[in-house]
């Protein structure tokens, strides 16, 4: 007696298309099991085993009774396998061709999908099935379309799409697209972000968080009753890592501006996702409560760029990677673990030159710079620096000009005028459909103006998008500026150097050699303003 094996399958997009055609029978994975049985026990076939997978799309390669059941088939257990359709065993054409036409012919295994009438031992029948696995395949890219479109709209319209909200956040019950504040983890988000501007690296913060037993993201949501896995690539996800505190840090969601769109799946066919760049991201202001204002998250975006690392701790250094030698221009280096000072009997650390450690020859007499000492010195140039900022009637009191403020209202006169063009080709879009409808123009005509319109719309958001990132940058300049005078007014009571008032004010700091005859060390500072 013949052995078959019953393949059943069943995934969201055909539930979704069993809902759109109501007239065909239903495609539960119980009823595919009932009609197949019952053609074995007509056929007069022995079963061998029934295989199933339920949730899995026909395009997936990682289904696992599939697997199972290719694995049996390559050991010759069975005869024949049975489907519903073609559709069922897979949606990818070229499985069709590996199985149906080359593994199975070799292992001498018979495919039959009852109701697509598709037999591989009908020599026939060949062509149809490659039809049916073309079909198959088509439907499945067109419906990956439309769901990509669908929910890059959504993006588009500041609605909140990712299955989990961001930690910080809960979703609202009454809109499942919108954000709350969490305030429990809002909490912890507002300290990360102060750790950091206060001068601690992401791998500081992150030990800090683990030191203190506070739940990381991935354990908060279990432990709040989300049914939320770790996931195998990050096998630690109960403990806080520098790339979690790091995307925390740079995620814009947390100003109260919805940023999705960051990466996207090469292909339907694909699992594996791409970063996009950040011009392709999209971004929808004030959609939700804030957690950080703007003014923080743009110091902390600056201090990032900055491309510092810990200096020992993961403290990072107030003077760290600005520090520069002026007799072969290279950066100076943060010594590794401090050098013990004989007379202090205490570590001190250093600046060194890397040219110098490297080849004495290239950069002959440079020597090591006492931190601590630079930081003094440093902080001292700074209160002398902006003395002048500090008196009434200083022409540096104004920090924003009145050019830079017309160019902005130039600008944002120019944006409202290209989101009118916008607005008013998208109902001309909407009248030419109805002309269509209604007779008036013909198909052909109507494809041709209406693409006409989408390369426009297309052309004035990319201007809109390049408007809007310059207000931006603008707007983060005047939270820069307000900030630079809180700084200004309360340099006098700073009793130490902070890494967030050296991003704000010192663009590099240039070290020469002693000069042994005078006893000297020439340090010059080149400032941000």
């Not at 036409?101 to 009852?114: N, T």
């Not at 909140?160 to 909200?165: E, M, P, R, S």
């Not at 004030?286 to 990032?304: C, K, N, P, Y």
Request: proline fraction near 3%; hydrophobic fraction near 30%; charged fraction near 35%.
């Amino acid at each position: 007696m013949m052995k078959a094996a019953i393949y059943c399958r069943l995934s969201k997009e055909d539930e979704e298309q069993e809902k759109k055609d109501r007239e065909k029978e239903s495609e539960s994975i119980q009823n595919q099991k009932s009609m197949l049985i019952n053609y074995a026990i007509e056929k007069g076939y022995d079963i061998y085993r029934i295989y199933s997978d339920e949730d899995y799309s026909g395009i997936d390669r990682n289904r696992p009774d599939f697997n199972r059941m290719i694995e049996a088939a390559s050991q010759r257990k069975f005869d024949i396998i049975l489907a519903k359709t073609q559709s069922r065993f897979t949606r990818d054409m070229e499985l069709v061709e590996k199985y149906l036409h080359g593994k199975f012919v070799e292992w001498g295994i018979r495919f039959i999908a009852v109701v697509d009438h598709v037999d591989t031992a009908d020599e026939a029948n060949k062509k149809s099935r490659q039809i049916n696995g073309l079909v198959n395949e088509w439907y499945l890219e067109d419906l990956s379309n439309n769901v990509r479109s669908v929910l890059t709209h959504k993006r588009r319209e500041g609605k909140y799409i990712g299955t989990f909200a961001l930690y910080g956040y809960i979703k609202d019950p009454e809109d499942n697209n919108h954000l709350l504040v969490d305030p429990e983890a809002a909490e912890v988000v507002r300290r990360i972000f102060t750790l950091y501007l206060s001068g601690n690296g992401t791998t500081r913060i992150a030990r800090i968080l683990n030191e203190e037993g506070i739940p990381s993201p991935t354990k908060y949501k279990r432990e709040h009753g989300f049914n939320y896995k770790k996931t195998v690539r990050c096998p630690n996800g109960d403990l806080w890592g520098k790339a979690t505190i790091y995307r925390m840090l740079t995620n814009q969601t947390y100003t109260g501006n919805l940023e999705q769109g960051r990466h996207k799946k090469v292909s339907y066919k694909s699992k594996k996702t791409v970063w996009l760049p950040k011009k392709d991201w999209i971004v929808v202001p004030g959609t939700h409560e804030s957690i950080i204002d703007s003014e923080s998250f743009a110091r902390v975006q600056q201090m990032l760029r900055e491309h510092t690392r810990g200096g020992g701790q993961g403290k990072i250094n107030p003077l760290a990677g600005k520090v520069f030698c002026g007799n072969c221009g290279s950066a100076m280096e943060q010594t590794g673990s401090g050098y013990v000072s004989k007379n202090a009997g205490k570590a001190l650390r250093y600046f060194r030159c890397r040219t110098s450690q490297r080849d004495k020859k290239r950069c002959p007499g440079q020597d090591y710079m006492p931190m601590e000492q630079l930081q003094e010195l440093v902080l001292e140039r700074v209160r002398h620096h902006v003395a002048d900022y500090l008196e009434p009637g200083k022409p540096g009191q104004e920090l924003v000009s009145l050019p830079r403020k017309n160019r902005n209202r130039a600008k944002q006169t120019e944006l409202e005028r290209l989101q009118g063009e916008i607005l008013r080709r998208r109902k001309a879009m909407q009248e030419l459909y109805l002309d269509k409808s209604g007779g008036v123009i013909g198909s052909a005509q109507f494809m041709e103006l209406n693409r006409n319109f989408l390369h426009e719309v297309e052309d004035l958001e990319k201007r809109c998008a390049k408007l809007e990132e310059s207000l931006g940058e603008a707007d983060d300049m005047d939270g820069h500026r307000e900030k630079l005078k809180q700084c200004l007014s309360d340099v006098r009571e700073v009793k130490a150097l902070k890494r967030e008032l050296a991003c704000l004010l010192i663009e590099k700091v240039v070290i020469y050699p002693i000069d042994a005859a005078e006893n000297t060390r020439k340090i010059e500072i080149d400032w941000k303003f």
